[in-house]
């Protein structure tokens, strides 16, 4: 009979970027490469848009807006930029967390999705904003349906190995005759979480099937391409967006809630 009573673990907070604290609109760093920098944040929420500015004094250090659908609560967050001073220093991460936990507080359903995730620049044949797409990984995101449509064998002309630079990792460059044209691909490293440095890696996989598969799977990250919460990671995503237990229950009901609301992915 005791186990029936038993008390469920202790709320433990999972690492999720830097450590910061919130006082009505300043932003504290408590970690990381910004520790002990104050950040003002500005936001304007409508029923449909949601826009968020960080700043530093006059500076805007960061800025990303949403789409909202009132219906869904579905949030689809259409971009992300960083100041190029501010770059690499974990401020994506910060903005994602912080974004997303207010998005979360104000509705009872809530769902997650990022928009043209890592666009494709063709003028620099590398892979581009590349940390925004593992924050998506982490998340709990996967691509959406449309990729089983754009990876289609007919649909696929050509693939072509990009090599590593200095800001870059390797990647594939993927050629279409649909629309979006174009996608990049870098795999993952399932140890680390982090793209793969070998560029013979790649040589494995250059099937549209095989690159379909692993890219739903979470192995391979696809640029270009619509992102979108799947109901298997609301605990996760739940829990990385927690600071607490009180937060964790809330958090997990309004995800839950969103997912019955979406049509499909």
Not at 2 to 23: C, H, T, Y
Not at 58 to 80: N, Y
Not at 140 to 147: A, I
């Amino acid at each position: 009979m005791m186990a029936l009573f038993r008390r469920s673990p202790p709320f433990e907070p999972v690492p999720f970027g830097q450590k910061w604290n919130i006082d009505g609109a300043k932003l504290s760093i408590r970690s990381g490469p910004m520790e002990g920098q104050r950040l003002q944040l500005e936001s304007t929420i409508t029923r449909f848009k949601a826009d968020y500015l960080f700043k530093r004094d006059d500076l805007t250090v960061g800025h990303c807006h949403f789409d909202r659908d009132p219906d869904t609560g579905l949030e689809v967050l259409w971009d992300i930029l960083v100041h190029p001073e501010y770059r690499g220093r974990g401020l994506s991460t910060l903005m994602v967390r912080v974004t997303f936990r207010d998005l979360l507080t104000r509705d009872r359903r809530c769902w997650f999705g990022m928009r043209k995730l890592m666009k494709v620049d063709t003028r620099r044949l590398e892979m581009h904003n590349i940390g925004i797409g593992l924050i998506s990984l982490r998340l709990g995101m996967r691509p959406e349906s449309t990729l089983t449509d754009i990876l289609a064998p007919r649909a696929v002309k050509s693939f072509q190995l990009l090599s590593p630079t200095e800001a870059s990792p390797p990647g594939l460059l993927v050629h279409l005759n649909r629309l979006p044209g174009t996608l990049v691909a870098a795999r993952i490293d399932p140890d680390t979480g982090r793209p793969e440095n070998d560029p013979e890696s790649y040589l494995k996989f250059i099937s549209p099937e095989r690159l379909l598969r692993d890219a739903m799977d979470g192995r391979v990250l696809v640029g270009n391409i619509d992102y979108r919460l799947v109901p298997e990671a609301i605990e996760t995503t739940a829990r990385l967006l927690s600071d607490d237990a009180n937060e964790l229950r809330k958090f997990t009901r309004a995800l839950r809630a969103g997912s019955g609301r979406q049509k499909g992915r």
